[in-house]
């Protein structure tokens, strides 16, 4: 079944206790983002990947880092979490961008992170 | 850098109540847009997109988006809703070739009664 995993699905960690939610999907698609959700604010994005090692901010990268070893795998970094950083996350995959245009994304189940 | 607006918070609606929920972007050039629907518990699925040609767009479930360029809004439309519908809805545009960044507007949150 063509599908993006998250895990994990929920998370409550503490203040500066760093931390990985991982992404993985098997599309074969080279386009990978991470959003966070919010209440009142619908979806930011927060890092984006065009392809294997090209990574580039989204609109709310503070705090977070990306990796794009894997075309597979987009995993979402915290190194310092702060309260500030509980949400919603989700994951999304998209088909190869053809002139460069954004196809339809395809998005994982969402992490509730909590962070205290 | 692109924005978008949607104008309703929360929409509720009765059963087989025509539906138009608005989105609005502030982008000068070429765009992408698409609707996405959230149902509760659900994560987000496409409802339909526009990247050109006809500004009327047919998407699932029997909704339909109506691109128009001059006034820089991309409505959402559904005839007639039902119980089902009840869910998130976001409008999120691209700007375009080049470009590979997603902006989502705030959601419409659809409540249909039955």
């Known amino acids: 079944e063509a599908q993006v995993t998250q895990n994990p699905r929920y998370l409550i960690t503490v203040t500066g206790k760093k931390l990985t939610v991982t992404c993985s999907q098997n599309?074969?698609?080279?386009?990978m983002s991470w959003y966070r959700q919010d209440p009142g604010l619908g979806l930011r994005q927060i890092y984006y990947?065009?392809?294997?090692?090209?990574?580039d901010k989204g609109d709310v990268p503070e705090g977070y880092k990306v990796s794009r070893k894997e075309k597979r795998n987009f995993p979402l970094i915290l190194e310092s979490p702060s309260p500030n950083q509980t949400s919603l996350y989700f994951c999304?995959?998209?088909?190869?961008?053809?002139?460069?245009?954004?196809?339809?994304?395809?998005f994982g189940p969402g992490t509730r992170l909590t962070v205290l | 850098a692109q924005s978008v607006s949607q104008h309703n918070h929360h929409v509720i609606l009765s059963e087989a109540a025509s539906l138009e929920l608005g989105c609005n972007y502030s982008?000068?050039?070429?765009?992408?847009l698409f609707w996405y629907v959230q149902y509760p518990g659900q994560h987000l699925q496409l409802l339909l997109k526009?990247?050109?040609?006809?500004?009327l767009v047919k998407g699932i479930k029997g909704f339909e988006a109506e691109f128009i360029k001059s006034k820089f809004s991309f409505n959402l439309r559904k005839p007639s809703v039902q119980w089902s519908d009840t869910a998130e809805y976001f409008c999120?545009?691209?700007?375009?070739?080049?470009?590979?960044?997603?902006?989502f507007g705030k959601g419409t949150k659809l409540s249909v009664i039955p």
């Open positions: 999304a995959s998209s088909l190869s961008t053809l002139a460069g245009v954004l196809n339809e994304q395809f």
């Open positions: 599309m074969n698609h080279e386009y």
């Open positions: 990947s065009m392809n294997v090692e090209v990574t």
């Open positions: 982008y000068g050039g070429t765009v992408n």
């Open positions: 526009y990247f050109s040609g006809d500004p």
């Open positions: 999120a545009v691209n700007a375009g070739a080049g470009s590979y960044q997603l902006t």
